[in-house]
């Protein structure tokens, strides 16, 4: 899984895998989801990110150790 965040646009991607999406759909104002082949979803991007969350802080709880893979 990884965050992107693009300062210029103020979203924020959370990609949940590899897979390719070929489906979106906007769930609430705001928020869409990337769905794959199969409409399992792959991603989601959260629009005007700064005004609904807290970009200032990341938090992870209970992820298995063995998965855990910091760049």
């Known amino acids: 899984m990884k ?4 300062k210029e646009t103020d979203s ?3 990609d949940l895998n590899t897979r390719p999406g070929v489906d979106s759909r906007e769930i609430q104002d ?6 794959d082949a199969q409409g399992r979803i792959v991603g989601i991007d959260i629009q005007h990110a700064s005004q609904v969350l807290d970009l200032a802080t ?14």
């Not at 965050?3 to 693009?6: A, G, R, S, T």
């Not at 705001?30 to 769905?35: A, N, Q, T, W, Y």
């Not at 992870?60 to 150790?65: F, I, R």
């Open 3 to 6: 965050l992107h965040y693009d």
């Open 12 to 14: 924020l991607y959370i």
């Open 30 to 35: 705001g928020l869409v989801i990337d769905l």
């Open 58 to 71: 990341l938090e992870t709880e209970s992820l298995p150790a063995a998965t855990v893979k910091l760049t």
